[in-house]
């Protein structure tokens, strides 16, 4: 493992935040970028910036090892904020000669998305959605394979955060807990792909301390936890201490919304990763990354409930929270 300076653009997101304990737990030098510049974690340098601005993202990269992109913005937004996000990116990386490590997801897969997928698997998509990660994975990979820049894609399923962020889970699955009610979006024996955010923060970190010894462009799966919907439910039950009813997701509240709300119709478009069976697979990742212990199931479940919990294990009373990326993530 080779530690550095890392320089993380969007430090005060979801990734963001974990990924700047992670590489500091590893003993790296973390800068982290956000536009209030005060991203609040020990042993962390803060800078001030638009990391959506190539020059001032150039100008903190100066002398990082790594670039993390951590940076993300509400579906809707996605057509103009992914290629402005990665011309900076790139500019960043070839001025610096750092690093940039990408957080991918399975969009790219498409609906046939296989089961397991590994990381060698085509991209299909068949989302507008899809088509944009995907090209934005392309255009890593071509300026890599050119020779301009050095490129780590990490992608994850699903996130179970440590803290109420917006996630499917925590937004929505967990919002009716005070009342017994588990929320689910899908059949409850389909396999969906999640990362638990913790973990997907310290391999990234792992990965990133292997740069020399990879590829110029490396992609990488990041295995998780597949689990149906029952098993969640019952990991949650479990961590909750208490039986749970099931509510299904209303969908027909976003087919009705859709024609006026733009985040309906894009939630509506990503529907099929609920019906359609999918896990990533990576074997690579145990060999290169023999010291890292993936969390448990069980274990990650919990920690990602616990902020709906009060003392005694009881489940505190919460307002459910807006659809999963209806508000921009701070960057």
């Not at 304990?21 to 001030?48: D, H, I, K, L």
């Not at 990742?285 to 920690?303: F, S, Y």
Request: proline share 10%.
């Amino acid at each position: 493992m080779t530690p550095g300076c890392v320089l993380i653009a969007g430090a005060r997101g979801r990734f963001g935040r974990h990924a700047a304990a992670a590489f500091a737990e590893a003993g790296w030098t973390v800068r982290a970028m956000s536009r209030s510049g005060a991203p609040g974690f020990e042993n962390v340098e803060p800078v001030r910036g638009d990391a959506l601005d190539p020059d001032q993202l150039s100008r903190a990269a100066e002398g990082a090892d790594v670039i993390v992109n951590a940076l993300n913005a509400p579906y809707p937004d996605w057509p103009k904020a992914l290629p402005k996000t990665t011309r900076a990116l790139l500019a960043a990386a070839r001025a610096s000669g750092a690093t940039l490590l990408h957080p991918g997801n399975v969009y790219g897969y498409g609906t046939a998305i296989a089961l397991p997928t590994p990381p060698d698997t085509p991209y299909r998509p068949d989302t507008r959605k899809g088509r944009l990660r995907a090209q934005q994975e392309m255009t890593l990979r071509a300026a890599a394979e050119a020779g301009e820049i050095r490129c780590i894609v990490l992608r994850g399923g699903d996130f179970l955060d440590t803290e109420i962020a917006g996630n499917w889970y925590d937004a929505h699955m967990t919002a009716g807990l005070a009342q017994g009610r588990f929320t689910y979006p899908g059949p409850l024996d389909r396999l969906h792909a999640w990362s638990f955010l913790p973990d997907f923060a310290a391999v990234a970190a792992g990965l990133a301390g292997l740069r020399d010894a990879l590829p110029a462009f490396a992609a990488f799966n990041h295995p998780g936890h597949a689990l149906t919907g029952a098993e969640l439910m019952a990991l949650t039950a479990k961590a909750a201490g208490r039986p749970l009813r099931l509510r299904a997701f209303p969908w027909w509240a976003l087919r009705l919304a859709a024609p006026v709300w733009p985040m309906g119709r894009e939630l509506l478009e990503m529907r099929y990763l609920w019906t359609t069976p999918h896990r990533l697979a990576d074997p690579r990742l145990a060999a290169l990354l023999p010291g890292h212990a993936p969390t448990p199931a069980e274990q990650a479940v919990a920690a990602a409930l616990a902020p709906r919990l009060g003392g005694g294990g009881s489940v505190a009373a919460r307002a459910p929270l807006p659809v999963p990326g209806a508000r921009a993530r701070p960057a």
